[in-house]
């Protein structure tokens, strides 16, 4: 039995074997080691039944100077703890890359807001989320209680919003502050900051001094050149870089002939956009030699992983994948251990904060 993860009831894991009126009553076994190590480890933490036992992690990583016992993070959007913490323990991640933060709460985008596409999903959410104080009193603090370690995700309509968020969160518990300038910003008529490298150097100058955190810049794809906003980004104060965000796009209706989201459009992300983040992490290796950079698109395997450390990357985020596979960053994470144990030489660079290229 599992925990539903929307609704709070607990459902069978395998429906097919489900208990009918016809169903012969089964014998009881007596408990087999394997069980009694289940149990122990299922107890060790009330409430958790975690699907991994526990893991000695072989090849850890560092961005900006903080050390992760893992090269492996979830991406912002698709991680809830009170909803994975029944399948795996969280500690066990790299870094845990929370919901974006907004100064009040946000109700987000009308429904639908979610589509599906060819090896791809859309959303338009709308960053939904309870607001920044709430974080502060109830996410954060249960993470860190977890033993994880935290990427604060910064969100914001305008300059003030990410002022606001991030100096509420300059001196929390948070590890790293990782800013989302994929918004639709009204300070920029409803362009998102990412996308113009003068506003993006405009926010930073007001985000760099409100704290000592280091502070990742998550990019949009939605540009021309990508290593054009994230030079900007590093040269006003950026200690890392994580891209790529969600791809614009859309689905129709074709019995009404009207887009499927209500918003219109939404971020497209998936096994489908797989290359257009690798060349992104390509390229902006290419020109910016020694900023650390976290992958960010299709990955739902470890040698998925593997390509974009190969690419440049010092990390990756698992995302889209998760909505599907609850455990797929952890089972991602070991499955990269693993191939790394057969490359000394990139594990050795990872570990020393560098990277392939």
């Known amino acids: 039995m599992t925990q539903d993860m929307a609704e709070g009831t607990i459902v069978n894991p395998n429906p097919s074997a489900a208990a009918t009126d016809q169903a012969a009553p089964v014998a009881p076994t007596a408990p087999t080691a394997a069980d009694a190590a289940a149990t122990a480890n299922a107890s060790s933490k009330p409430g958790h039944i975690n699907l991994y036992e526990p893991h000695e992690w072989k090849h850890g990583t560092s961005v900006a100077g903080v050390p992760w016992k893992n090269p492996v993070a979830t991406a912002s959007g698709t991680f809830q703890y009170a909803a994975v913490r029944w399948f795996y323990d969280v500690s066990q991640l790299g870094a845990v890359s929370t919901k974006g933060c907004s100064p009040v709460p946000w109700l987000g985008n009308p429904s639908p807001r979610t589509a599906e596409g060819p090896a791809s999903n859309l959303n338009a959410v709308g960053l939904q989320n309870p607001g920044v104080d709430h974080y502060l009193a109830h996410d954060l603090p249960d993470l860190k209680k977890a033993g994880a370690l935290v990427v604060a995700n910064v969100a914001g309509h305008c300059d003030d919003d990410y002022v606001q968020v991030t100096e509420k969160l300059a ?141 440049g990357a010092n990390a990756v985020e698992v995302g889209a994948a998760a909505l599907f596979d609850p455990v797929a960053p952890l089972r991602v994470a070991r499955e990269l251990d693993d191939l790394l144990d057969a490359r000394p030489e990139l594990a050795a660079k990872l570990a020393a904060g560098k990277t392939w290229r």
């Open 171 to 311: 001196d929390s518990a948070a590890d790293m502050l990782e800013i989302n300038v994929s918004c639709p910003n009204v300070t920029h008529g409803g362009m998102s900051v990412g996308t113009d490298p003068v506003a993006l150097a405009s926010l930073m100058d007001k985000l760099r001094p409100l704290t000592d955190k280091p502070i990742i810049v998550k990019l949009t794809p939605n540009v021309t050149d990508i290593t054009v906003p994230a030079r900007a980004a590093v040269e006003h104060g950026a200690d890392a870089l994580s891209m790529i965000n969600t791809l614009l796009g859309m689905r129709i209706d074709i019995r009404t002939g009207r887009p499927i989201i209500a918003n219109t459009t939404g971020g497209v992300s998936g096994p489908a956009v797989l290359p257009i983040g690798l060349v992104a992490v390509y390229r902006t290796r290419t020109v910016l030699p020694d900023i650390p950079i976290i992958g960010i698109g299709g990955i739902d395997s470890g040698e998925k992983a593997l390509e974009y450390l190969y690419a």
